[in-house]
T-cell receptor, first 112, second 107 residues
Framework: DGGITQSPKYLFRKEGQNVTLSCEQNLNHDAMYWYRQDPGQGLRLIYYSQIVNDFQKGDIAEGYSVSREKKESFPLTVTSAQKNPTAFYLC???????????FGDGTRLSIL | GIQVEQSPPDLILQEGANSTLRCNFSDSVNNLQWFHQNPWGQLINLFYIPSGTKQNGRLSATTVATERYSLLYISSSQTTDSGVYFCAVENDYKLSFGAGTTVTVRA
């Protein structure tokens, strides 16, 4: 089945550690996105990528980094510079920028 | 950036009731999507509706782009309709989300 796979579902981080969240899609979509959701709030855009080897900062990129070396993969690294990383992280993709976005099931990140 | 306001913030319905959710946005947009987030966090596309009216089963949506609002209608609500409904507007390649409407349907 085509879709977007995020892993792991749950992730725990110690203070000072970097962690990487995986997002893979087999929809042959050009554009991919990372969002953060805090309790009781809507989603906020962290980074997006229109094509391979290109990505742009969203509204809350500080403390995060991404790469887009392959069309199907868009991993997100939460660095130690992100002071409040506990949140629900959602990855999305769309055929092209400006097309409907479809979401993975998310990763819940918590600080130990 | 563009502001997206959803109302009401919370809605409690008896099974079988109808309801209307509203989304107002502060600037012209290229596109608008409605999503349903279930209790497990999964975000499901409901409508991609930059303008006009669409229907999908018991749900329908109308966007009046010139007046900067969209409405989501739920008819004959069921307990499985419970969850958070988000409106998101696209402007300058980015989706901006409202804070959502939390819908609780009681049997």
């Amino acid at each position: 089945d085509g879709g977007i796979t995020q892993s792991p579902k749950y992730l725990f981080r110690k203070e000072g550690q970097n962690v990487t969240l995986s997002c893979e899609q087999n929809l042959n979509h050009d554009a991919m996105y990372w969002y953060r959701q805090d309790p009781g709030q809507g989603l906020r855009l962290i980074y997006y990528s229109q094509i391979v080897n290109d990505f742009q900062k969203g509204d809350i990129a500080e403390g995060y980094s991404v790469s887009r070396e392959k069309k199907e993969s868009f991993p997100l690294t939460v660095t130690s510079a992100q002071k409040n990383p506990t949140a629900f992280y959602l990855c999305a993709s769309s055929a092209q920028i400006n097309q409907p976005q479809h979401f993975g099931d998310g990763t819940r990140l918590s600080i130990l | 950036g563009i502001q997206v306001e959803q109302s009401p913030p919370d809605l409690i319905l008896q099974e079988g009731a109808n309801s209307t959710l509203r989304c107002n946005f502060s600037d012209s947009v290229n596109n608008l999507q409605w999503f349903h987030q279930n209790p497990w966090g999964q975000l499901i596309n409901l409508f991609y509706i930059p303008s006009g009216t669409k229907q999908n089963g018991r749900l329908s949506a109308t966007t009046v782009a010139t007046e900067r609002y969209s409405l989501l209608y739920i008819s004959s609500s069921q307990t499985t309709d419970s969850g958070v409904y988000f409106c998101a507007v696209e402007n300058d390649y980015k989706l901006s989300f409202g804070a959502g409407t939390t819908v609780t349907v009681r049997a």
